[in-house]
């Protein structure tokens, strides 16, 4: 086929008016019916297609002539009137007007033919018959015949082109809308499209109002808008002032500034009235589309929300930026709120202003753009942590080392945690400056705390030490190691400088990594170990991998642990306790493959391996951000993955913490990074520390150290230990498996408190659900299904639990629940799977205590069961209490909701209850 350049230029002819060669024929005989001495024919065509030279009709031949002008068709004409043979069949692009009167008055009947627009629709879709309504629809005829060059429809089914299928042809092919959709997402797609959008604009005034209607029935009031901005012009802008709505719609009752800003925002859809339920609908599909833009490029999604951003300006609703979830300006916004928040509640101390802060903290981290800037918000987060802790948690007051290690691991190792993270500051100059007085704030609190952990740190070293809690590095092995090491294969981790609060950043993804942590029957939480003093690695390592308080290197530590007495005797014959160093492990980062051959052993019962990554971070550069994760740590992650597929108990435990460099002041006199010899006296930030615990690496049994953050005696570098602080003295002693649970350990609840949940109290620990298990042994095998419902592990508890107990109290309307006939048939019907009831009463009576929500982490510290168990315990609660699928309890993002007005009514209990 050929196009005529000119016939191109002329808008509303469609190449699909081409006219066939059974077109030509039909016209021939309708010509000759009339006139059987005709032998004129014109027609008129846009583009010249592949007829033949000639065709017969009634027994005579005409010719088939292309005339791209009118010089052609004056000679075309002249030839056949000088002849008395063959007729002729002008095919022409050109109308009557431009071919001139003359011309056509020589046409049979003056007049150029042209094809049928129905004819011209059935053969596009090769279709034998039309839809009769479609009759009424002249535009649509015409619309679907302007087809885009290349394009071409496909034959219908059955043969007929009803109307519908008319309708999703002209949306789909011609107007360049995906599978025909007309919801405001794909039209906002659409608009990305420049060409989609000419042709929209192109459309003659009543197609565009059919469409528009059209396509507003189908998808909705925000689908009109999108229309209504491309029928002005201002397509191109759709998708930014969708962005925009989410923030003048962002309100149920919008304040007047957003109404104004409404009202300035008609003239993008044309002056039509932006309904907020549009607007809404439309920020929404806006907000679709542009997370997708954002992922996938990230220079369009930044000119999308320029615009987005400019748009706000123009209708003066820039000021209301953090209503939008979607623009980055948006998530600044928020960021600065909170930010201001948190200022406000440092300034106070205020549980209120906390809470505030806690909950626009929230509000930025909920953001669709937060993830582009994790590291920010993680800051963010843990600054209104720090201030939920100062203004709900009390100065605490600690009368001996039990209460003080408790409190310090339970509370003052999360602090430690955040206020670490928050040491990194922040882009904004505001933020930056807000972390900074929070944290001189929490400074000024935990100075106080060291000032009285090293007061009870001298006396309970005096006194010899005494308690469990923590106990002495020294005994780490007798105590905890050789007893489990009895029970299964060890692989004891000694970090180097692991403290408490690094400890708690490391065991989020060790638990990743498939690891569970385990507490001991009868307590509470983590083991603690207290390390030697000074708090230096050659005396307090040494002490914890000898099992004796003594002093050395690596080859004294070797000797140390292989010749345990009783790590040998639970040892297998001919296979003593192995012991890594950093030298033996290799360089990484695959493990060696002798320490890869022991781990996996069978008959290695006890392989202890030293990781110096902790410590040797502290002498890097103060210009890098340290977090601590199993990936990061060097060869940990494949040790953690070798000591799994081995089925062995992991222990991790370090030899000392650390504190870190925040404006220290140096101090002569120094012996180590933070203690001194016993002369002169101790002044104001250290403590005089002498006899039992006390081992100098030269032999003294008196010294000085420092318990305040803020002195060293050292060159300054990232960090520092061998002082008295709770960070320097107390370390984890972690139980973790991925499989084997050893007699008198069970799966360890949440050990958040409530501020780093953003709640204003502690829960009360119910302690319903979870015992030590049986020993591997006697416990029985559980297939696959059983293994899935994970709330089953209430239904194995063993008799003799050692875990504090309360009885389990609550309103009448439980023991009326029940008792109820309707709540035996439930469980009934749930089968093997229906919880025990003290299960579901233990979880009823936290959510009413919380008025019916909690987060997912304080309803496993309230029924002290592990996070990753609760999710099939709520799962087996929903079976028995929602009721003909009532939503009695749900599940609500990070929360676990229970709506008791509608259990009382679905279970016929009566609100006097």
Known sequence: MEADPAAQRRPGLSPLLAPELADIERALDSLL???????????????????????????????????????????????????????????????????????????????????????????AFRARDLDPRLRAYRWLADLLLSRPAGHSYPPVAGGVLDLESAWRAALDVVLGLPDGRADATALLDWTLDPAGLDRFARLSEEARGAVTGRLAADGGLAAGLVLAAAAVGRGGDALAAGLACGVVFGEPDPPPALREAAIRLEPTFGG??????????????????????????????????????????????VEAAALSPALHIGLEARLDDATTAISRAVESGQSDDAAIAWRLTRHADRHDRAKDSQGRLERLTMAARLVQWIATRPVLS???????????????????????????????????????????????????????????????????AQGDIPIPVERVLTNIVVPLAKEAPILLLVLDGLSLAVWRALADTIGKLGWTELIQSGRSGLRLAAAALPSVTNVSRASLLCGDLTRGDQKTERTGFTGHKQL???????????????????????????????????????????????????????????????????????????????????????????????????????????????????????????????????????????????????????????????????????VL????????????????????????????????????????????????????????????????????????????????????????????????????????????????ERGGRMTRAGLSQALAMPTFRLGGLVSAARRVLNLDQAQILRDDGDDIVLDEALLKVQFGLGDDQ
């Open 398 to 464: 600690w009368r001996n080392m039990s209460e003080a290690a408790t409190g310090y691991a339970t509370e003052g190792s999360f602090v430690d945690r955040a206020r670490h993270a928050i040491r990194s500051g922040d882009p904004l100059p505001s933020m930056a400056a807000a972390y900074a007085r929070l944290g001189e704030a929490v400074m000024a609190r935990r100075e106080e705390e060291n000032r009285t952990f090293a007061k009870i740190l001298r006396e309970w070293n005096s006194a010899g």
């Open 33 to 123: 019916l009339k006139d059987e001495s005709a032998r004129i024919l014109a027609m008129r065509s846009p583009i010249r297609r592949a007829w033949p030279e000639a065709v017969e009709r009634h027994g005579r031949r005409f010719c088939i002539a292309w005339c791209p002008s009118e010089l052609e068709v004056r000679e075309r004409l002249d030839e056949v009137e000088r002849n008395d043979g063959e007729g002729l069949v002008v095919v022409t692009p050109l109308d009557a007007a431009t071919l001139g009167d003359d011309i056509v008055a020589r046409f049979p009947r003056a007049r150029l033919d042209q094809t049928d627009r129905w004819s011209a629709l059935r053969g």
């Open 272 to 317: 039509v009235q932006v309904k907020p339920e549009a607007g809404r609908a439309l920020a929404e599909a806006a907000r679709r589309v542009f997370d997708r833009i954002a992922r996938e490029s990230t220079a369009a999604a930044r000119a999308i929300e320029s615009r987005a951003a400019a748009i706000l300006n123009e209708i003066r609703a």
């Open 737 to 848: 498996t991925a499989g084997i649970r050893p007699t008198g350990w069970y799966e360890a609840p949440p050990a958040e408190p409530a501020w780093w949940r953003g709640a204003t109290e502690q829960v009360t620990k119910l302690a319903v659900s979870m015992a030590a298990a049986p020993p591997a042994s006697s416990r029985p095998h559980l297939t696959k299904s059983q293994q899935a419902d994970l709330f089953m592990v209430g239904q194995h508890m063993n008799a003799d639990q050692e875990s504090p107990r309360r009885e389990i109290v609550g309103p009448t309307w439980f023991d009326s629940l029940f008792a109820s006939s309707t709540y035996s048939a439930q469980q009934r019907l749930a089968g093997r799977v229906a919880p025990k009831e003290e299960l579901v009463r233990g979880l009823l009576a936290a959510l009413h």
């Open 568 to 734: 040998v005797a639970a040892s297998r014959a001919g296979h003593p306790p192995r012991l890594f160093h950093k030298v033996d492990i290799g360089p990484g980062p695959e493990l060696g493959s002798e320490i890869r051959s022991v781990v996996s052993d069978p008959q290695q019962r006890i392989v202890g391996v030293v990781h110096n990554a902790v410590d040797a971070q502290l002498s890097g550069s103060d210009q890098l951000d340290l977090t601590w994760t199993a990936e990061g740590l060097r060869q940990v992650a494949a040790l953690l993955q070798a000591a799994r597929d081995a089925g062995r108990i992991l222990v991790v435990t370090g030899d000392h913490g650390h504190v870190l460099d925040e404006g220290t002041v140096q101090m002569g006199g120094g012996m180590g990074d933070r203690w001194r010899s016993a002369v002169p006296p101790p002044e104001d930030k250290e403590v005089a520390l002498s006899g039992g615990r006390v081992l100098s690496p030269g032999g003294e049994t008196s010294i000085v150290a420092a318990w305040s953050e803020k002195v060293r005696f050292a060159a300054k570098r990232g960090g520092y230990h061998g002082g008295a602080s709770p960070q320097e003295i107390l370390v984890p002693v972690a």
